[in-house]
């Protein structure tokens, strides 16, 4: 028994290493929380992300990426399902929600949760983690988030109905440096020290998986954190297993499409397609929020959506890394086992 404990947490570290920093989060929220000890508004936000895309920059072949940019069919299923799909099936469940017992404003923020653009880390980082299609996974979680900056208003205006002028210049100024700027330097940075790199393998999925658990940590930090949401406890579990429910219904209607044989996707678009489509950005989105809604008395309980939805897609993502590498594996092999006997 001694032994087995052991190994077991070396062959599932990660999946104890997201229970480990939700109990620590759970116990000390205000280290990992906006303002706190760590920074999170500085050290994840601007450094971890960038961390992300220089890691990404560098590990990534540059046939790789240029091979992603022109997937077409993967970049208009993930953009598509984002701002038009998402949002549609989400105005679809309000509006048969609307006469039953949740709160009104808790609805207007599932409606508002739905116009989010994709997020820059997780998507990333849960793709490289699961070894599948990495450099579609970059390519549009930064194209999505540059469109959120344009589309996600507008959508907020034609389905909730508030205009909104939003930070476009400060925005886009963070996204390329944080995005573009390490992904491009990490590219120059493996062209210069190919040999060097194929001669001493960098651990860059180690690397990769410890900076999500950092993102995982502070996350539930400030959703511990949040004392000014005044919302009764039947109320925040409805909207809590709502969102539950709703993730994994998404994660598998996008798995069951994407792996369909007569749209001929592969295994590792399956993932990056999965991930890119369901997750929603808070670092993106709370902004956006508190600029749309700026002075209503509803504002935490608009927000209280994105910010369930947040560490659920992250922590469901990081619960789906072992079986979907499985999958992954074992569809490769069934492959290979097809092809030798032809």
Request: glycine share 6%.
């Amino acid at each position: 028994m001694i032994i087995i404990v052991p190994q077991f947490i070396r062959n599932n570290w990660f999946l104890c290493g997201i229970l480990a920093v939700i109990c620590f989060a759970s116990f000390i929220p205000s280290i990992g929380a906006r303002g706190g000890i760590l920074r999170p508004e500085i050290t994840v936000k601007f450094i971890a992300v960038s961390i992300i895309f220089l890691n990404s920059g560098i590990s990534l072949k540059s046939e790789d990426l240029r091979k992603a940019l022109v997937q077409f069919k993967v970049h208009i299923f993930i953009q598509g399902w984002t701002f038009i799909i998402f949002p549609s099936l989400i105005y679809l469940l309000v509006s048969l929600m609307k006469d039953g017992p949740f709160n009104e404003l808790l609805l207007q923020g599932l409606l508002v949760l739905g116009c989010m653009p994709p997020p820059v880390s997780s998507t990333v980082l849960l793709t490289k983690a699961v070894s599948g299609n990495e450099a579609a996974a970059i390519f549009n979680s930064a194209i999505g988030s540059f469109l959120g900056i344009f589309i996600t208003p507008s959508l907020i205006l034609l389905i909730v109905g508030s205009a909104v002028d939003v930070p476009v210049t400060s925005i886009f100024l963070q996204l390329s440096l944080t995005v573009v700027l390490p992904l491009c330097v990490g590219q120059v940075i493996r062209r210069r020290h190919r040999a060097w790199l194929d001669r001493n393998p960098i651990p860059f999925g180690t690397i990769g998986s410890a900076i999500l658990l950092l993102i995982i940590y502070t996350t539930f930090c400030d959703t511990f954190q949040q004392t000014d949401i005044h919302l009764d406890f039947l109320s925040l579990l409805s909207i809590v297993f709502l969102i539950v429910i709703l993730q994994c219904a998404l994660l598998g209607m996008v798995f069951y499409i994407t792996t369909q044989p007569c749209l001929n996707f592969d295994p590792t678009d399956t993932t990056a397609m999965m991930f890119c489509s369901s997750h929603k950005s808070l670092t993106l989105g709370i902004p956006i929020i508190k600029i749309v809604f700026s002075g209503d008395p509803g504002l935490s309980l608009i927000t209280i959506p994105l910010l369930v939805y947040h560490p659920t897609q992250i922590l469901l993502g990081g619960l789906l890394v072992p079986p979907l590498k499985e999958w992954m594996f074992s569809m490769g092999r069934n492959r290979y086992t097809m092809a030798k006997h032809v």
